[in-house]
């Protein structure tokens, strides 16, 4: 079944729609910046995004920062939040669990399509801001590659390092946007509307960061979704600051499991009626 | 003989409402089976129950003698499906989504995926349009994908509500002659509808739902028997009226309804009269009129 819905989601032309509409951002950002050269003061705008101007190789970063506090969201709501509720309105539903495939086979493979989808639409993101970053904004010569990289804190990474740590990043922002997704699968099992779902966890998320900046939330604010969501940046201190992206790893766990489980609670007892 | 489906009480409650009200369901091996019942009669409702789409409230359910829907895995790859009109994947071909949907479920053998598909394309005539995408069908094409979805793995019941639903004269002649073929070759078919018509040519027995109860479950041949009265049609009617006097229980012009279960002695005595006889007959009720006997009106039933 999750062969059925790789296949599914790469055969669907809005996949692609949607992957290439998260690339044009980042490519306009990349290309206003190649010719200005006027970038946003160090510690302001998207992160990377100032350090950019001098070294084009850390786009790719700078490309997912801007991206996945709102575009990224977006899409992982939509393609979670279709999962389910998308079958239903289609009328498919019934017929995929009169094969039968099993509720929860059929719920664990939504889930490694919208993560497989999560992670295409990550590594798509970084390699086309790789490919624009390097022919726009250069950065690609010898000297860049032998004296290194100069990290968020000022202090030189080396290539290996980069490497490493933009995958560290690449995994956090996928588990980040998978806590977006159970959320979404969670309303994908309640309604018969892709739509309800989708805006429904979008819903969630605004809540969560508008509260972000409520000083009178600050109680609250541990525990939001979004907190932790742009820790990712201290990957690339040195040495890393692991304290938020611990903390974020660990609210995120807790909020997939219980969306999940949430999910699976509803969708295994659910009179389909679609 | 095994019964195919059987179900014990079966009941559905939404809230308030009672969809379906503890029936008995009997469909046997080798069956036609036509389930009957007004819009929102319980009929989907039941359907789902047996594919274990919807839980049943209470009661029991067999299907191919397994119990539904804790069975489910091993009954369904046996039983073919066409509910409530047909789905599909709209962006792929016809062929994209037979292909889709052998491949889901336990034990779907890639091995023999395209003759399947091929085979299941040919019997409901798409052949020549199973490339094409779905979401250039019409409403009779995506009606044939449908059924050949439900034939994708020769299954021994066939579960079809509505099958005919979109095609034409023609069309539905052809489902009709496949479904019967398929059945002369061992398929239990149950096929749930309105149309009183269809059900009455291809079914051998029937269930009328009507407010989530099963008022009636019997041969069409039952069903259909002699009322035990004689139609006449003859011009000297005056005539038979004074020969039979009280026997005539109505008339309507040269139609005269006559109590008398042997009809040929009716004739003889008739002829030997001097009545001149145009037609003459035992009389059968029609499905329909059983139907709307046994069912309350129409116009009463507001759940759907």
């Known amino acids: 079944m999750i062969r059925v819905e790789l296949v599914k989601m790469l055969r669907r032309p809005r996949t692609w729609v949607t992957i290439a509409m998260l690339n044009a951002l980042p490519t306009l950002v990349a290309v206003l910046l190649a010719i200005t050269d006027i970038g946003p003061q160090p510690g302001q705008g998207p992160p990377f995004l100032s350090a950019v101007l001098t070294d084009g190789t850390l786009f790719p970063l700078a490309a997912l920062g801007i991206v996945l506090p709102l575009f990224m969201p977006i899409a992982v709501a939509f393609v979670a939040g279709d999962a389910i509720a998308g079958e239903a309105q289609a009328g498919t539903l019934r017929y995929v669990l009169a094969r039968p495939v099993r509720r929860t086979h059929l719920l664990v493979a939504k889930l490694v399509g919208v993560l497989a989808f999560v992670l295409l639409a990550v590594v798509v993101v970084a390699g086309v801001a790789y490919v624009v970053g390097r022919t726009l904004l250069g950065g690609g010569d010898a000297r860049t590659l032998l004296s290194g990289v100069t990290g968020v804190s000022g202090a030189s990474l080396t290539s290996a390092q980069i490497v490493q740590r933009t995958l560290m990043s690449i995994l956090y922002i996928a588990l980040s946007m998978l806590g977006v997704a159970a959320l979404a699968l969670l309303l994908s099992t309640f309604t018969d509307s892709p739509l309800a779902a989708a805006l429904g966890a979008l819903g969630f998320l605004i809540a969560s960061t508008l509260l972000l900046t409520l000083d009178a939330a600050s109680a609250l604010q541990p525990y939001l979704p979004t907190r932790y969501w742009l820790s990712f940046v201290d990957l690339f201190r040195s040495p890393i600051l692991w304290r938020d992206v611990v903390r974020g790893v660990l609210l995120q766990g807790v909020y997939v499991a219980v969306f999940l489980g949430a999910a699976w609670a509803n969708f295994t007892t659910k009179d389909i009626k679609s | 003989m095994a019964a195919v489906v059987a179900t014990r009480a079966l009941t559905k409650r939404y809230g308030r409402v009672l969809a379906v009200d503890g029936i008995d369901l009997e469909v046997l091996e080798g069956d036609v089976y036509g389930f009957l019942g007004a819009n929102g009669s319980g009929k989907t409702t039941t359907v789902r129950m047996l594919l274990g789409l919807v839980l049943a409230t209470s009661g029991e ?78 409403l009779g094409m995506r009606q044939r994908l449908g059924i050949a979805a439900a034939l994708l793995r020769t299954p021994r019941l066939l579960v079809l509500d509505e099958p005919t639903n979109g095609l034409d004269p023609q069309g539905i002649r052809e489902i009709r002659k496949l479904l019967l073929g398929l059945n002369e070759r061992g398929t239990t078919v149950f096929l749930s509808s309105h149309l009183l018509a269809e059900v009455e040519q291809m079914c051998t027995r029937v269930g009328v739902l009507d407010r989530g109860r099963l008022v009636i479950q019997d041969e069409l041949r039952n069903l259909r028997a002699p009322t035990g009265r004689t139609v006449v049609v003859t011009p000297d009617a005056e005539k038979v009226l004074g020969l039979l006097d009280g026997r005539v229980e109505a008339r309507d012009g040269h139609r005269l309804l006559v109590r008398a279960d042997d009809p040929a002695a009716l004739n003889r005595s008739l002829v030997d009269a001097g009545v001149r006889v145009e037609e003459l007959g035992p009389e059968r009720r029609g499905l329909e009129q059983v139907v709307l006997e046994a069912t309350t009106d129409p116009g009463q039933v507001g759940v759907s």
């Open chain 2, 61 to 138: 359910a067999w299907v191919l003698g397994r119990r539904m829907p804790r069975a489910a895995a091993s009954v369904l790859p046996e039983v073919g499906t066409l509910v409530e009109g047909p789905a599909f994947y709209e962006h792929l071909t016809g062929r994209a989504n037979l292909a889709l949907f052998d491949a889901m479920g336990h034990g779907s053998r890639r091995r023999g995926r395209r003759a399947r598909v091929d085979q299941a394309l040919e019997q409901v005539g798409l052949a020549v349009s199973g490339h094409r995408k779905v979401n250039g069908y019409s």
